[in-house]
Structure formats: structure tokens, C-alpha cells
């Protein structure tokens, strides 16, 4: 079976662009998580999704978005990017939704904002 | 706001040291988990630890969950270079948030 997939794996945009993320969960996983890693420190909770609804958001400016299509796939949107966007962004599926599932992660999507 | 504070931030050591990395916090956690991450790669879980007091052991490392599930660790014996990456812990009820991170380097 197919892991979690996540594309693009890497892309370049520079200040002011717009990025879409986007994420395939483990067959038969129903929720979707987000994560922002900066290089060398722990993922940053952005965003949960459980049966294509919003279970939880981090601590990210609006214009961070996302949402989840009735195949549980997934999307992560970022608006007006800065520079401070350069980072690993992560899409993990699990069973259940909420903190005590364990999570299966992508590779994922290295962004660079220039 | 739950945090998990991970010490030490990055640790270099000799092929068959021993080490102890430490997971801490102020909140109380239903539970804790351990992944590590390896460079290219998401993170992978190692373990789940549930009651206060728990110890697992999962090869050369062993984990505990501290008796108030406020803490945990981790403990590599005769450490390999296969055992270098970036370790987290991970823990929360609506969210699983993790920690900051210790990034362990191995050398043979």
C-alpha cells in the first residue's frame, strides 16, 4: 500500500506569490494534518482535518488555509508568502483524528521563498 | 498552551557511547510518543507511552514516561551511526504538538 504522497516535493516562489500543497493520505486514514518544519527544530501544528472538516488550527496567520476533498486528500494554501515561509511543510494521515492516533508522514514539500 | 521542551538541542557522540535525551513539560500529557527523522524523510514513530511510570524498550532504546506524565525519556545504550537523525517527542488530546527536537549525530 501507498504511503503518504505529497506534492510538490520541492518549489521555489519569491515574496508575494501564493503556494498550493497538496497531500494523499494512507488509504482508509480519514484525517489530514499540516505541519511547518523550519530546518533543525520540531514540525509546527498548522491544521487538522477529520471527514473533511476542520479539527484544529495552530497558531498561523490567515493566510494559511486549507481544506479536505471527499477522497480525504488534501490541500495546504499559503497567500502573500514571505520569506519566513521557507520551510518543510508536512502532511500526515491518521485513523482518528485528535493527538493520541499515531501519525504517518509524507516526505514532504520543501519550499524556498525568495 | 502545552509545550515540550527537548533537551539536549543536538548531541555528537562516539559510536557505542551511551545517551539520555529528555522530553519535559508543565502540562500533563494522556500520553507521549517518540519519532525520529531522518534527513529527506517525515518523521516515523518509535513508541507510545500511556501510564506514569511506563517503561519500554524497543531494541538498544529504552523510553519512560515520567510518574506525573509530565516528562519523559529516552535512552540509547552502545549508540550506532544507524541511530542518527533528529529526535521528537510528541504529545497533546486535540492536537499532537511536538517538541523542539535533539538532533543526534552519530559518528563511527
Known amino acids: 500500500d501507498a504511503g503518504v504522497t505529497q506534492s510538490p516535493t520541492h518549489l521555489i516562489k519569491t515574496r508575494g506569490q501564493h503556494v498550493t500543497l497538496r497531500c494523499s493520505p494512507i488509504s482508509g486514514h480519514k484525517s489530514v494534518s499540516w505541519y511547518q518544519q523550519v530546518l533543525g527544530q520540531g514540525p509546527q501544528f498548522i491544521f487538522q482535518?477529520?471527514?473533511?472538516?476542520?479539527?484544529g488550527r495552530g497558531n498561523f496567520p490567515d493566510r494559511f488555509s486549507a481544506r479536505q476533498f471527499p477522497n480525504y486528500s488534501s490541500e495546504l494554501n499559503v497567500n502573500a508568502l514571505l520569506l519566513g515561509d521557507s520551510a518543510l511543510y508536512l502532511c500526515?494521515?491518521?485513523?482518528?483524528?485528535?493527538?493520541?492516533?499515531?501519525?504517518?508522514f509524507g516526505e514532504g514539500s520543501r519550499l524556498t521563498v525568495l | 498552551t502545552q509545550l515540550l521542551e527537548q533537551s539536549p538541542q543536538f548531541l555528537s557522540i562516539q559510536e557505542g557511547e551511551n545517551l539520555t535525551v529528555y522530553c519535559n513539560s508543565s502540562?500533563?500529557?494522556?500520553?507521549l510518543q517518540w519519532y525520529r527523522q531522518e534527513p529527506g524523510e517525515g518523521p516515523v514513530l518509535l513508541v507510545t507511552?500511556?501510564?506514569?511510570?511506563e517503561v519500554k524498550k524497543l531494541k538498544r532504546l529504552t523510553f519512560q514516561f515520567g510518574d506525573a506524565r509530565k516528562d519523559s525519556s529516552l535512552h540509547i545504550t552502545a549508540a550506532q551511526p544507524g541511530d542518527t537523525g533528529l529526535y521528537l517527542c510528541?504529545?497533546?488530546?486535540?492536537?499532537?504538538?511536538f517538541g523542539t527536537g535533539t538532533r543526534l549525530q552519530v559518528f563511527p
Open positions: 500526515a494521515s491518521s485513523f482518528v483524528a485528535g493527538g493520541a492516533g499515531e501519525l504517518f
Open positions: 482535518y477529520y471527514e473533511k472538516e476542520e479539527r
Open positions: 502540562s500533563v500529557f494522556s500520553s
Open positions: 510528541a504529545g497533546g488530546t486535540d492536537k499532537l504538538i
Open positions: 507511552v500511556v501510564t506514569g511510570g
